[in-house]
């Protein structure tokens, strides 16, 4: 069975290392918001807990939190870890986004995405 979303081994590997480094930290929230130049917004942060609608996906041990309204952006989602001389950051490839930011936190969508 596919996942909704997917992860990479760097992703899984630096979500375990922030859990296991920061007390009562327990997984990654990806989320969507509106604003940003694009229209919406990623949000990409580290959480104690996942509330209680989330959507709970765990790759080798690495927990991803997602709320449902954001689920219907993140559908088919790729989420990696890259770390080049100048940062280190998560990148996230949307199949959903028909446009991207040149930062790559912001996107637009095309048509309305389907709740189903």
């Excluded at 942060?45 to 449902?68: C, L, Q, T, W, Y």
């Excluded at 309204?69 to 088919?76: E, I």
């Amino acid at each position: 069975m596919d996942s909704i979303i997917e992860l990479t081994t760097n992703a899984s590997k630096r979500i375990c290392e922030v859990v296991s480094q920061q007390p009562g930290v327990a997984g990654l929230r990806l989320g969507v918001q509106g604003g940003g130049c694009s229209g919406f917004s990623y949000v990409i942060k580290f959480d104690s807990a996942a509330r209680p609608n989330d959507h709970v996906f765990e790759f080798d041990g690495a927990k991803v939190f997602i709320d449902p309204k954001s689920l219907v952006y993140l559908k088919g989602l790729k989420l990696d870890y890259k770390t080049d001389l100048i940062q280190q950051a998560f990148v996230l490839d949307n199949p959903n986004a028909s446009q991207s930011c040149g930062c790559g936190l912001s996107f637009s969508v095309e048509e309305p995405v389907s709740k189903s």
